[in-house]
């Protein structure tokens, strides 16, 4: 959540935020009167209650004509104290709802717009020219087949639509990259980190996931908890309700867990193979950092994201996603985009943001620095998304016979392996 003083200093700010991601401007307005109420009904109370303390010593002394009248006043006050008090709370609880509505304060470089509206920044790699090299390429999923590599028509019967085997050579590449990413990441000083899956209701809401990315979210109606789609929920949450000291900052940490999500938003699209999916794995990078230091924080997080795409061997961009398309909890996110050869475009692979104080507000995780307390700032960014950077090597370093080279930097956790042969038939 956002810092109320900073909503009652500068609304505008607040409301042209608003008014960037598309969401109700008119939302600011609601919140400014309620936490007028709270602040009102809050000095309302304190002085009934501070007048009800005087009249209790008042009333032992005075004389019994005169306590007559007291006790009279101290009856009225005592209804007063009472209905002031849940005036108060009253308007408390409707602050903090609307509050938790808001979404974070959009950096002022961010481009505005929806999603089509990102700012290209980067752009590495060549895109390889297959009419040059003599034949068509094949989708992931026809190289996944011819690999022995992906199952989707046993994962629809097991589970449903949308869930997958990974098999033989399949299964091998996600364990390569998953000790490939975590191998880069602890290099990089990163704690490696196993989470859990579920979490409690505080830790979902607490990162941002309950509010526009609720229709993505599994949840255990009879346990009360949530799946999480992506390891930066616990992650978020393990400080969670603590006071870190500024000389342990900054605090990194690398996370592999499953991820679940519903994908409600996207009936029809990337429906074949294991593009879009409800169940995949991912590492996942996540700073604590002092507020001052996120946006430097940020860079690095993305220096890491395009270091380990190169070492993949992978052409990508990367973008400055639009304003609109932010999730509530970021202020700046930065996309990585690899060449996708048989859909022709550039799609998210790895993403990178920065959520200044918002979680850590919602989470009560403060840093003491000397004899000051206050918010630190959080950060994440996917290192490895699984099926999508399986999608990415399969298509990008097929061969024509149906076989894929494999990255050099992938062949130590593949046994030495340089090629990813077909199984026969």
Same mark, same amino acid.
């Given at each position: 959540?956002?810092?109320?003083?900073?909503?009652?200093?500068?609304?505008?700010?607040?409301?042209?935020?608003?008014?960037?991601?598309?969401?109700?401007?008119?939302?600011?307005?609601?919140?400014?009167?309620?936490?007028?109420?709270?602040?009102?009904?809050? %000095?309302?109370?304190?002085?009934?209650?501070?007048?009800?303390?005087?009249?209790?010593?008042?009333?032992?002394?005075?004389?019994?004509?005169?306590?007559?009248?007291?006790?009279?006043?101290?009856?009225?006050?005592?209804?007063?104290?009472?209905?002031?008090?849940?005036?108060?709370?009253?308007?408390?609880?409707?602050?903090?709802?609307?509050?938790l509505q808001l979404g974070n304060l959009v950096h002022p470089d961010v481009p505005v717009g929806g999603?089509?509206?990102?700012?290209?920044?980067?752009?590495?790699?060549?895109?390889?020219?297959?009419?040059?090299?003599?034949?068509?390429?094949?989708?992931?999923?026809?190289?996944?087949?011819?690999?022995?590599?992906?199952?989707?028509?046993?994962?629809?019967?097991?589970?449903?639509?949308?869930?997958?085997?990974?098999?033989?050579?399949?299964?091998?590449?996600?364990?390569?990259?998953?000790?490939?990413?975590?191998?880069?990441?602890?290099?990089?000083?990163?704690?490696?980190?196993?989470?859990?899956?579920?979490?409690?209701?505080?830790?979902?809401?607490?990162?941002?996931?309950?509010?526009?990315?609720?229709?993505?979210?599994?949840?255990?109606?009879?346990?009360?908890?949530?799946?999480?789609?992506?390891?930066?929920?616990?992650?978020?949450?393990?400080?969670?309700?603590?006071?870190?000291?500024?000389?342990?900052?900054?605090?990194?940490?690398?996370?592999?867990?499953?991820?679940?999500?519903?994908?409600?938003?996207?009936?029809?699209?990337?429906?074949?193979?294991?593009?879009?999916?409800?169940?995949?794995?991912?590492?996942?990078?996540?700073?604590? %950092?002092?507020?001052?230091?996120?946006?430097?924080?940020?860079?690095?997080?993305?220096?890491?994201?395009?270091?380990?795409?190169?070492?993949?061997?992978?052409?990508?961009? %990367?973008?400055?996603?639009?304003?609109?398309?932010?999730?509530?909890?970021?202020?700046?996110?930065?996309?990585?985009?690899?060449?996708?050869?048989?859909?022709?475009?550039?799609?998210?692979?790895?993403?990178?943001?920065?959520?200044?104080?918002?979680?850590?507000?919602?989470?009560?995780?403060?840093?003491?620095?000397?004899?000051?307390?206050?918010?630190?700032?959080?950060?994440?960014?996917?290192?490895?998304?699984?099926?999508?950077?399986?999608?990415?090597?399969?298509?990008?370093?097929?061969?024509?016979?149906?076989?894929?080279?494999?990255?050099?930097?992938?062949?130590?956790?593949?046994?030495?392996?340089?090629?990813?042969?077909?199984?026969?038939?």
């Amino acid at each position: 959540m956002i810092d109320l003083r900073l909503l009652r200093e500068d609304p505008d700010r607040v409301r042209a935020s608003q008014r960037a991601r598309g969401e109700d401007v008119a939302l600011v307005d609601s919140l400014l009167s309620a936490d007028e109420r709270r602040r009102s009904s809050g %000095v309302r109370f304190d002085e009934l209650r501070a007048e009800q303390k005087s009249l209790g010593k008042l009333i032992p002394k005075a004389s019994a004509e005169e306590k007559a009248e007291l006790l009279k006043r101290a009856e009225q006050l005592k209804a007063d104290v009472k209905a002031a008090d849940a005036e108060r709370d009253a308007a408390d609880t409707e602050t903090q709802e609307l509050l938790l509505q808001l979404g974070n304060l959009v950096h002022p470089d961010v481009p505005v717009g929806g999603e089509e509206d990102f700012v290209t920044l980067e752009t590495h790699g060549e895109i390889r020219d297959f009419a040059a090299e003599g034949f068509e390429p094949k989708d992931h999923l026809e190289l996944g087949t011819i690999l022995g590599a992906i199952d989707t028509e046993r994962g629809a019967k097991v589970s449903g639509s949308r869930f997958y085997f990974l098999t033989g050579v399949g299964a091998l590449l996600e364990l390569a990259l998953v000790n490939a990413a975590i191998a880069q990441a602890t290099a990089a000083g990163f704690t490696p980190m196993l989470t859990p899956a579920l979490v409690r209701p505080q830790s979902m809401a607490g990162t941002g996931f309950l509010g526009q990315a609720a229709q993505d979210v599994y949840h255990l109606d009879k346990d009360d908890l949530y799946l999480v789609g992506t390891s930066e929920v616990a992650l978020a949450a393990y400080h969670m309700d603590e006071i870190i000291d500024a000389d342990r900052l900054p605090l990194r940490y690398a996370g592999f867990s499953p991820c679940f999500r519903r994908e409600a938003g996207s009936h029809g699209k990337d429906t074949r193979g294991i593009f879009r999916v409800h169940q995949f794995d991912k590492v996942e990078m996540f700073s604590y %950092v002092a507020p001052e230091d996120s946006q430097a924080e940020h860079q690095r997080l993305l220096d890491w994201e395009k270091q380990w795409l190169t070492s993949l061997e992978l052409p990508f961009r %990367v973008i400055d996603v639009a304003s609109a398309d932010l999730g509530s909890s970021a202020s700046r996110k930065f996309d990585c985009e690899a060449w996708i050869p048989t859909q022709g475009k550039y799609r998210e692979l790895t993403s990178t943001s920065d959520c200044t104080e918002f979680q850590s507000r919602r989470l009560q995780i403060r840093v003491r620095d000397g004899k000051q307390v206050k918010p630190l700032a959080t950060l994440n960014g996917t290192l490895c998304a699984v099926p999508r950077t399986i999608v990415a090597i399969l298509e990008n370093h097929q061969q024509a016979d149906g076989s894929v080279r494999v990255p050099e930097a992938l062949r130590p956790y593949l046994g030495g392996r340089e090629v990813l042969e077909p199984v026969a038939k």
